[in-house]
């Protein structure tokens, strides 16, 4: 495994983060289809940091919170502490917190105890604002995310599915009054979703600001035959929502992953990982069996030619914005 800073920050990240979306499995969650109970969940974790992945992504969404549990007793049996990355996320305010008139920063400070709580931790490493939240100042949540590193609860704060320009307002408010700047950003970014290339990879370049992005194998569409279904892709509906209206201009960037994987005695995830960690810090890769894990840890080494990477982007064209970027406006 090889090792990176992230960002800014000091936090020295696994070029591999694993993400524990799938480790947890509620009923009525829209990823109960595919999600594992606890058992199977700490053997991925536990070959994970065999691997030497130190680097985990979770959020109280998650199974509602389970993904959070499973993770943090994982970790607590198997690792010292000082020797992984943890990241967890917050989620928005809800109404019930707005119309009683609790602020952003109390918001943020709840989450945060409540994620501790369930990981059995004294802090995180990288609290993760999960998206934008239009209904709270951003003044709000950056003083509550200042006060939570400041406390020693979190080391480092990052953000997930925004807009470049919400990423740049917000760290210009926080220079402006000496708080912690997100020195992450976890948006959805693989081959067949490239449209954060247009504002926010360029913003992140400029800025050091780190690139984690999540479904960096398009849900499993890179990293199989078209014609090969999985539990994932028949039965989650945020994922097919992604994808499924986009399937026939996606075929032939698929097409060209497996033509390379071949000619180069390689995977399809090694090669689709291959390409996008030439461009980002660490990849979130959610793993619900041993072997994905095994994978995406050899394209750590994978090394692609500029002509390579070229010929895997030509078919590109561009993409409505699908999932949270989808709906989550004002």
Known sequence: MRYVKLGKSELEVSRICLGCMGFGRVAGDHHAGWALEEAPSREIIRRALEMGINFFDTAMSYGGGESERILGRALHDFAPRDQVIVATKFSPRTAEEIAAGISGAQHVNDCLNKSLKRL???????????????????????????????????????????????????????????WQKFISVQGHYNLLFREEEREMVPLCREDGIALTPYSPLASGRLAKPRTERSARLDTDLVAKGKYDATAAQDAAIIERVAELAEKKGLTRTQVALGWLLSKVTSPVVGATKAAHLEEAAAAVEVSLTAAECAYLEQPYVPHRLVGVMQFNHA
């Not at 590193?149 to 080391?155: D, H, N």
Request: charged share 20%; net charge negative; proline share 2%.
């Open 120 to 178: 059995g931790m004294d802090y995180v490493d990288l609290y993760i604002c999960h998206m934008w939240d239009y209904h709270t100042p951003i003044e709000e949540l950056l003083f509550g995310l200042h006060r939570a590193v400041e406390a020693g609860k979190a080391r480092a704060i990052g953000i997930s599915n925004c807009y470049a320009w919400q990423l740049a307002k917000a760290n210009a408010i926080a220079e402006r009054n000496g």
